[in-house]
């Protein structure tokens, strides 16, 4: 082989080699993000066959992901929830293992990383302050552990809002959602847990109407309505029920359909909700979207 052959084959070689990061590094150009953080329900954990809770691809963050992303070229899903996590826990860690040590920290992170590249930051939490707390047990409500996990939710997400606010650049829009009631399960256990049925309705209207509703607008964060979606405080209409109910309270027909509280053991109780159910909080959360 000559040397003008060499030079030639070589020399595209070379070009080549200099050309591929650019080549590697073009899929990432305009990538946008959508942020969610929260609990168990932004991770989409639904049981599987054996009432083990898993992570899926089916919450509602993967299919808000599916509704917006048409509206954008590049748009990612990084999915930083945790389950179990408290407004406490979610500060300070402990629950699941993050580099940056917390949730909230791992969010504060990337959004300093990319602040000027995400699209949309959703939140949920709250409720786990309550249910961690073992506010109530069996049919048995203690007001005072409720009264302390409200403290607790009033005092911290604040913070957590004013972190994500400060950290994410100010025209990106963060979304939070209040909550479906389990305990409205309690149902059709009999008189005991219909009495706890009504009472879990005042207490979650409270915590969603009275807490999380005000403290979202202080920092003009719109809230979608997942309580309202769900029927939560309708106990005045019947609708048709399997036996050996036929009709019970609208609200008590859509946690059992929305969610794995009524299915029988190994799989439920389980307080998260379905693909279906899942997919109407995603939607609640559409509709609220700027």
């Known amino acids: 082989m000559n040397v003008k052959t060499n030079v030639f ?15 590697a590094g073009a899929d990432n150009k305009g990538v946008r993000y959508y942020v969610s953080v929260g609990t168990s329900l932004s991770v989409g954990i639904q049981p599987d066959e054996n009432g083990v809770n898993q992570r899926t691809n089916e919450g509602y963050a993967d299919q808000l992901f599916d509704i917006i992303e048409p509206r954008y070229r590049k748009i990612r899903l990084v999915k930083l929830g945790c ?75 604040p913070l957590i809002l004013t972190a994500l606010r400060d950290a994410a650049d100010p025209g ?39 807490i999380l509703g005000p403290t979202y607008s202080y920092f003009g964060i719109p809230v979608a309505d997942v309580a309202g979606h769900f029927f939560s405080s ?23 359909q929305l969610t794995y509280m009524c299915v029988p053991p190994p799989v439920g109780p389980n307080i998260h909700a379905t693909p279906d159910g899942y997919g109407v909080i995603a939607a609640t959360f559409a509709e609220v979207l700027p």
């Not at 070589?10 to 050309?19: S, T």
């Not at 939490?125 to 607790?152: E, Q, R, S, Y």
């Not at 109910?245 to 946690?255: D, Q």
């Open 234 to 256: 309708d106990f005045a209409t019947l609708v048709p029920f399997p036996p050996p109910f036929y009709s019970v309270p609208r609200n008590v027909a859509v946690i059992c």
């Open 83 to 157: 389950p179990g996590e408290t407004t406490a826990t979610m500060m300070a860690g402990g629950i699941c293992t993050y580099p940056k040590g917390s949730q909230l920290a791992e969010a504060v992170s990337f959004l300093h990383a990319h602040k000027d590249k995400v699209e949309l930051i959703t939140i949920d939490m709250g409720v786990n302050d309550i249910l961690a707390d073992d506010c109530i047990v069996g049919t048995v409500v203690d007001f005072d552990c409720i009264n302390g996990a409200l403290f607790k939710i009033s005092t911290n997400l």
């Open 172 to 210: 990106t829009p963060i979304v939070g959602m209040n909550y479906y009631n389990t305990f409205l399960a309690a149902w059709l256990s009999g008189p005991a847990g219909q009495v706890l049925a009504m009472q879990s309705a005042g207490l979650a209207d409270f915590l969603n109407y009275g």
């Open 9 to 23: 084959r070589y020399g595209w070689l070379a070009l080549l080699i200099l050309a591929f990061p650019a080549f």
